[in-house]
C-alpha cells in the first residue's frame, strides 16, 4: 500500500510512529500533509531509498525495522521532549539550526537544547565531531563553559546544525545523560515502576530544569521525589500542575503549558498529545 499526500487514517500514523523513530518530531495524526511529506524525504535520505516523497511497501517496512532510538522513553517520549524543546522540524530549521542566545544564565545553546556553557572540550568534541564540519567544532569551541552573550553570538552566524546532526546528539548523548541525572533525584526512573509517558515526565522536567531541589522554586520537584518514594504514583500529576505558579502566562506561557503537557503525559500517556 503506497501512501501519500492527502492521505488519512491508522496506516498514516504508523508511518509517522517510525519516521519519529528517525527524529522527524510529528505529531501522530493520521494526516499525510506537508510535514509527513517533508519527513519521508528526510527518511528517504538517511536510508539510501531514493524516490518520490510518498512510503510504498518497501520503505514503510524499512521505517518499521529501525530501531526505537531511547527504548527507556520510547519514540513517542523522544519526539515529546524534543517538541516541548525546539517545537517541530520545520521551527527547528527556521529558528534553531544556528546557534542561538537564551537568557541568563545559558549558554550558547545548538541543536535540541544542547547548552554549550555546561559541556567542556572533550565533551563536547565527543558529541560533535562526526557530525559538524571542523571548523563550524573549531568556531564552537571558544563559547564553551560561558555564558551566553551576543558578542560570543556573532560570529557563529555561518554555523549550522542540521537537524539529523542535532537529533543523533540528542538521543546518543543528551537523553542518557539527563536521564542519568533524573535517576539521580528520582531513582524509580529506572524499572517498571512508571510507564515510558511517565519516565518521560521525569526526564522532560529533568532536562528544563536540573536537578536542584532546595528552595521554594522546588517545592513540587521535591513532593514529586517523596510521593515516588512512598509508592503513590498516582498523586504525582498534581505536582506538575502545581508548578505553573512559578511563571508569568503573559512571558513564559510555554513552561506552564510544558507542564500541564507532563502531568497530561502522567495521568493519560501519550495518546492525548497525538505522540502514539
Known amino acids: ?11 498514516v500514523k504508523t508511518l509517522q510512529r517510525d519516521l519519529n523513530k528517525l527524529g522527524f518530531m510529528l505529531l501522530v495524526d493520521g494526516d499525510f500533509g506537508a510535514g509527513t511529506r517533508n519527513a519521508v524525504v528526510g527518511a528517504r535520505e538517511q536510508l539510501g531509498r531514493p ?17 526505537d532510538p531511547f527504548p527507556a522513553l520510547t519514540a ?5 521532549i524534543a517538541r516541548e524543546e525546539v517545537s517541530d522540524a520545520t521551527a527547528y530549521q527556521r529558528r534553531f539550526q544556528m546557534p542561538t542566545c537564551p537568557p541568563s544564565p545559558s549558554g550558547v545553546t545548538i541543536g535540541i537544547g544542547y ?14 565531531d562526526d557530525l559538524l564540519p571542523a571548523a563550524a567544532v573549531a568556531q564552537l ?6 555564558e551566553g552573550t551576543p558578542g560570543l ?3 557563529l552566524s555561518n554555523v549550522v546544525v542540521p537537524l539529523v546532526a542535532a537529533m543523533r546528539v540528542f538521543t546518543r548523548r543528551s537523553l542518557p545523560k539527563h536521564f542519568a541525572r533524573t535517576r539521580s533525584i528520582y531513582p524509580q526512573v529506572e524499572g517498571d515502576a512508571l510507564t515510558a509517558a511517565q519516565r518521560t515526565a521525569l526526564v522532560s522536567l529533568v532536562y528544563n530544569r536540573g536537578t536542584d531541589l532546595a528552595g521554594d522554586r522546588r517545592r513540587e ?10 509508592g503513590r504514583v498516582d498523586d504525582v500529576a498534581e505536582q506538575f500542575e502545581s508548578m505553573t505558579r ?6 513564559t506561557g510555554g513552561l506552564i503549558k510544558r507542564r500541564l503537557a507532563e502531568a497530561t503525559l502522567w495521568h493519560s500517556g501519550f495518546a492525548p498529545l497525538q505522540l502514539e
Open 115 to 128: 547548552d554549550c556553557r555546561f559541556v567542556g572540550r572533550s565533551e563536547f568534541e565527543a558529541d560533535w
Open 153 to 155: 553570538l556573532g560570529p
Open 141 to 146: 569551541v571558544p563559547v564553551l563553559g560561558k
Open 76 to 80: 513517542a517520549g523522544v519526539t515529546f
Open 1 to 11: 500500500m503506497v501512501l501519500r499526500g492527502g492521505d488519512r487514517g491508522e496506516p
Open 221 to 230: 520537584m521535591r513532593a514529586i521525589r517523596d510521593l515516588l518514594a512512598a
Open 246 to 251: 512559578l511563571w508569568d502566562p503573559a512571558t
Open 51 to 67: 524516490g518520490p516523497p510518498e512510503a510504498d511497501d518497501d520503505l514503510q517496512q524499512a521505517l518499521a525495522a529501525v530501531p
